[in-house]
């Protein structure tokens, strides 16, 4: 038998801390070392790091790098965690994981058609520049950015269930706003998202009802990242200015537009 387990731990899961603690039981060790192996999307020192995290509730788990004799730990729900199921991860590192945004490029590639994964990490970008401009917390304007459309290649069907649990108000307006709200209660429940403000800015960034100065930068970079294609050189020198008025005017022009090619007042 051995005292240490090596595994990937890209991220480490609570799957995998439970295998440890049975593994502890089964071979009556007093004390079990863990240790991060060579493969992974993270770096070996940030893998490390939130390892030693994870484990800090745990008093006879630790951390080592050295791995002579050690036994392989399969890995658990790593896949899954990547892909957009941080609830997954081990309890302790959950908030960071979302926070810091480690795994969102894989999540957002795994949930999005290639279109969409590039329009997503547009936006992030576009959102992090104007944050910047205007000094608010760049990362997590790149953050939000990221998961703004997560659900939105989810079937209409999809999203009505959740829109009737979770918000049966919006039934009545189009199926195309439904996943400004069903990618919050994605956010929350798979990604363990708390933060109020990038719920908030998600939910308003369709319409661009939103009146918070994150709601302002999410509908902004949605309609003005560079992929759309259309001069937005005006919206964008506004933007650097005032939010409140470019969001306004975006708002102003679309509701225009929607009148002018469908005949719809919104
Ligand atoms: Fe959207
Ligand atoms: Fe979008």
Redo the contacts with the bound molecule.
Sequence with gaps: MSSVLLSSFDPVSQKEIEAALAYQREHGAHDLYLAVNEEGVLSKELRTRLLKKALAPYRHLHVTSEVKDAETLTPADEEEIRKGEYRKAAYGIRGELIREGYYLNATAKAMCNPHRYAHTCSVAEVCRQLAAVHHMDEKKAWVMGML??LT?GFSDEANRKIIEIYKPEWLSISPKVW??YTGVIYAKQSLCLEDPDIAYAMEH??IGDGHTDWAYLLYIA?KIEPLRGYDVSKQRALAEKDLKAAANLIREESKAYILETEGIHV
């Design positions: 703004h459309d939105k996943h400004s960034h369709t949605d």
